[in-house]
């Protein structure tokens, strides 16, 4: 299928019955769905059947949010009308049925949604020399928490005489994830990639800088949607550096949000080491103590399966750094927590205080 130029329909884009009834029950009647396909510190981008237009929250959507990953994000379903200076109005996000989120980068404590409404996360890993499997560990967790199928690409296979022993390598830590082999340089397995999407899908491709999703978009896309912004030093390739997160829709169907590389990726919840480390729960499950720590304790399956060699020391200690992350994050979540509801009580026993003073007097008591 071929997308027809001129704006496309709400099917182009994934809408579908599910959302329509989200829509209705919303109640939402006279604002029409548009699909956020990028962001830019507060300003949006909106795709609807009206064309690609510039979009804003209204004062009120404000007024009422207090947790920044209530926003619009990538991916997004908003309901919107045009307003009186041209701008159009966002005022509502639809429920998402998946979000890629990652703990935003810095020393805040919030969740950042790096895309929502996703059908697939394609973890990007180059085979130039710069593969790291913890990393890509991370990478595949945080996919995994998602909601959304998990496939790790490893790309600039024509960089590597390799690729098999790559292969057996990064498919032991995949975690259930399909894991396929891309050359955006000679094509392969770019028609793989192509055959996940498909119409009304939408896939994320994430990873740190410089593995080639912008240049496999632009494979997928068939012209230059990423421009060149520096050759790279020793394989005279172009590298292409994605500066903000934006949905592509592709000429044969389907969507595909390319991301920036990210200098960190924090969990924001674990939900998906459970998914990413199976192997190691499912052997914790047969330790002789419940509590066990596999440090050497009696009756250790995990011990007894490095002893045997078919587990990886590095793979137990990336779970464990994971974990105690996973951790950290949650005590900080649950302190911030409870301060949020201590300044809502706060607030709301002041008021309550100013509204007795004015109807009684100050010196009611």
Request: with cysteine.
């Amino acid at each position: 299928m071929v997308i027809e130029a001129g704006p496309p329909r709400l099917e182009d884009l994934g809408w579908n019955a599910t959302l329509a009834d989200a829509h209705a029950e919303h109640d939402l009647s006279g604002r029409v769905p548009a699909r956020v396909v990028a962001e830019d510190r507060g300003s949006y981008r909106v795709l609807g059947p009206a064309g690609e237009q510039r979009a804003a929250v209204t004062g009120r959507f404000r007024f009422e949010t207090n947790d920044p990953a209530d926003y619009p994000a990538v991916g997004d379903w908003v309901a919107v009308e045009a307003g009186l200076t041209g701008d159009t109005i966002i005022h509502a996000v639809l429920p998402r049925r998946s979000a890629l989120i990652r703990q935003a980068a810095g020393r805040r404590t919030e969740a950042q949604v790096v895309g929502a409404n996703l059908d697939i996360v394609f973890v990007v890993a180059s085979l130039n020399g710069d593969l790291n499997l913890r990393r890509l560990e991370r990478y595949v967790a945080v996919a995994w928490e998602s909601g959304a199928e998990p496939v790790v690409l490893l790309s600039k296979a024509d960089l590597t005489d390799d690729v098999e022993a790559i292969l057996a390598g990064v498919s032991a830590i995949a975690a259930g994830a399909s894991v396929l082999i891309v050359s955006s340089f000679d094509g392969r397995g770019v028609d793989a990639v192509r055959a996940r999407i498909g119409p009304g899908r939408t896939a994320a491709f994430v990873g740190s800088s410089g593995v080639g999703k912008s240049t496999l978009l632009n494979k997928l896309a068939g012209e230059e949607r990423a421009s060149v912004s520096e050759i790279r030093e020793g394989d005279a390739r172009g590298r292409h550096t994605t500066i903000r997160r934006q949905i592509h829709l592709l000429p044969e169907g389907g969507l595909v949000l390319d991301t920036p590389g990210m200098r960190e990726l924090a969990l924001w919840d674990g939900d998906g080491l459970e998914q990413s480390f199976a192997e190691i729960d499912g052997l914790a499950a047969a330790c002789r103590f419940g509590d066990c720590a596999h440090d050497a304790e009696p009756g250790c399956a995990v011990g007894a399966a490095i002893a045997a060699g078919t587990l990886a020391v590095e793979r137990l200690e990336s779970w464990r750094k994971l974990q105690r992350e996973a951790r950290h994050h949650e005590r900080q979540v649950n302190v911030l927590a409870r301060n949020e509801e201590r300044r809502k009580w706060k607030a709301i026993s002041k008021s309550v205080g100013k509204h007795m003073d004015a109807k009684y007097g100050a010196d009611r008591w």
